[in-house]
């Protein structure tokens, strides 16, 4: 029996991700290979958007700084990480919740509010750092941080510093509490401290967790550009620029639509790589299912 | 022994470390409360210490402006909240429940846009809504956070769904029960917690996305919250009472609701971790 009306209750969604996702997608694919002048005549130029593309010094020098974003994203979970260590270690359930609950307050705002109080943070004049740094007599130490080459782009990491509220620290707390008591006892009757705990139990426990927030955390990376866009604008003099502030730069301020098109498939062919590893590394997942169906 | 135990029970050592960091995480928005009563004087003499009198009148400043901004962000939410749960809520059911040719496929679709951010359609979706004459409009902006909340949608309601044993399912068919009925009576009322926690998902991406916005709205009377505030900032760059005051006004729904319903929220954001399903 063909039952139609499955695909009719079908049909919203296939029109939605058809056209509003799909779609797009493959026709940056196709006008990525154009001088793509949307409201005019384009022409095809082959791969001439990607030669344009390899000798781009400002897309490269946007991924080294991608590198570094990620590179410092990483090391700075050691925080979420101590974080989540110091509140499993509470005996006082109501002092666990008060001292989480606390700690993931950040993740509610705004991430544009963080970024422009962070912003006021910086400024050269009134700016709470350089205010701080005259209060205990630093005051040479003074800087325009986010406006010279040299701090702009350590300005942009430090924004949301301890960084403790985020997705790290809430996978990092809820594999620590899911540690059976079991374990920890037997651990405890053969004597094993606090340190020699983390590294032999919660570490290895906590490995496959880890390897899904270094994925994510590599998507991520890719997709980083809002805080760039309102504290510096990708520069001073493209210090900070990312890939995604150059992709919609060529565009909306070259009016190269082509190349910025180009731009848009790299990195979606870079994500779509990426994430076919996520896929195969988490293929191991257990089915828990009811299985019924009708 | 003993004094192991009392170091035990008190933990003075684990607070204090706990609460510094805390304070830390806390100080930039500790510091835009404070500073958010002030005037520019007040503000020049005591950098640090609350300052007497407070100014509330600082918020009725921002408010004047901020609400337009508000205003625009619940309604955009709340179309695209209804147009998601009505969309993931039956694709979720049919392909959680049915089986029929294709269902593979048509999830696997799914599945795979999961994987895409929304940025990298950034371009060629700006390109056909200017050609579908749509710029400058509440459509403009529902559409990317629909097309990205029905491919989370489906999957998480496609989970749950899953997990309600076929037995209700049976015994409410043997009573006469057909696919709609099955969808309205028993499917939607179960599925309560996860259409609570797709939608509070839905407002916190339209309250936080940035570049679409930007790029889509020149009018500011059609500005969401993100965008809005970052005008609003370059309206009120030296006076900082008010500019502090708009980003509390623009914050507080947001932390409110979170605060309020934290559970649903941290379910959708461990739950829409890509590749947990």
Redesign the interface.
């Known amino acids: 029996m063909f039952r139609w009306w499955l695909y009719l209750a079908l049909l919203p969604l296939a029109l939605v991700i058809g056209w509003f996702a799909y779609y797009p997608a493959l026709s940056a694919i196709f006008w990525s290979f154009f001088h793509w002048q949307p409201a005019g005549v384009s022409t095809f130029i082959g791969f001439g958007n990607y030669a344009t593309m390899f000798s781009d010094q400002i897309w490269w020098s946007s991924f080294r700084n991608l590198g570094l974003i990620f590179a410092f994203t990483v090391v700075a979970w050691i925080l979420p990480l101590l974080a989540a260590e110091l509140l499993i270690s509470l005996k006082s359930a109501r002092w666990q919740f008060a001292m989480r609950t606390l700690l993931i307050i950040p993740m509610a705002f705004p991430g544009v509010v963080t970024a422009l109080v962070w912003g006021f943070f910086y400024s050269p004049n009134d700016g709470v750092i350089n205010q701080a740094l005259k209060a205990i007599g630093l005051g040479a130490l003074a800087q325009n941080w986010t406006g010279q080459g040299s701090t702009a782009l350590l300005s942009l990491l430090f924004v949301g510093f301890p960084f403790i509220a985020g997705l790290p620290f809430l996978i990092f707390y809820s594999s620590l509490q899911n540690i059976p008591t079991e374990v920890l006892e037997a651990a405890q009757l053969d004597g094993v401290g606090r340190f020699a705990r983390f590294w032999r139990i919660d570490l290895p426990l906590m490995a496959s967790q880890v390897r899904i927030l270094l994925f994510l955390a590599v998507v991520g990376t890719l997709q980083y550009g809002f805080v760039a866009y309102v504290l510096t604008g990708g520069g001073p003099d493209n210090a900070t620029m990312v890939p995604i502030l150059r992709m919609i730069n060529v565009a909306f301020q070259g009016g190269d639509w082509g190349y910025s098109a180009a731009l848009s498939t790299t990195l979606f062919i870079i994500t779509m790589a990426i994430s076919a590893v996520v896929i195969v590394a988490r293929k191991r997942g257990a089915e828990t299912t009811d299985g019924g169906a009708m | 022994m003993t004094t192991i135990q009392s170091r ?2 008190r ?1 003075i050592g ?2 204090t ?3 510094v ?2 304070v ?3 100080a ?2 500790l ?2 409360v404070v500073t958010s009563l002030k005037t520019n004087q007040q ?1 020049a003499d005591s ?2 210490q609350i300052s007497f009198p407070p100014h509330f009148e600082n918020y009725s400043v921002a408010w004047n402006q901020v609400a337009p901004y508000l205003f625009n962000t619940a309604i955009v939410a709340g179309i695209s909240i209804v147009l998601i749960l ?3 809520s ?2 979720g ?3 959680a ?4 040719g294709g269902k593979r496929v ?1 999830f696997g ?2 599945l795979v ?1 999961m ?3 929304g ?10 809504m ?2 579908l004459g749509l710029l400058n409009t509440y459509i403009v902006l529902v ?2 956070y ?2 990205g909340g ?2 989370l949608g ?1 999957i998480l309601i496609r ?1 749950f769904v ?6 209700i ?2 015994a409410a ?1 043997i009573d006469g029960a057909g ?1 709609a009925r099955l969808y309205r009576s028993i499917m939607l009322p179960l599925s309560l917690p996860v259409l609570g926690t797709i939608a509070l998902l839905t407002v916190s991406e339209v ?2 996305d ?2 679409w916005p ?2 889509v709205i020149s009018d500011n009377s059609l500005r969401t ?3 809005g ?2 005008f609003f ?1 370059g309206q009120n760059v030296t006076d ?1 009472g008010p500019l ?1 005051a708009g ?1 509390l006004i ?2 507080l729904p ?2 409110l ?3 309020f319903l ?1 559970k649903y929220f ?1 379910a959708g ?2 739950g829409g ?4 399903h």
């Open positions: 035990r029970s933990q684990l607070k470390i706990l609460i960091l805390a830390v995480s806390l930039p928005y510091f835009m503000f950098f640090w009505v969309i993931a039956i694709s059911f049919v392909l429940r049915y089986r029929f048509i679709a799914v846009l994987m895409v951010p940025l990298a359609n950034l371009i060629p979706l700006f390109i056909l200017k050609n559409v990317p629909t097309a029905v491919v489906t989970n899953e997990g309600i044993p076929q037995a399912f049976d068919r696919g309250w936080n940035f570049f930007l790029l919250v993100s965008v505030l970052q900032q900082y502090m980003y623009a914050s947001l932390v609701l979170f605060t934290s941290l954001v461990q971790v890509p590749g947990a």
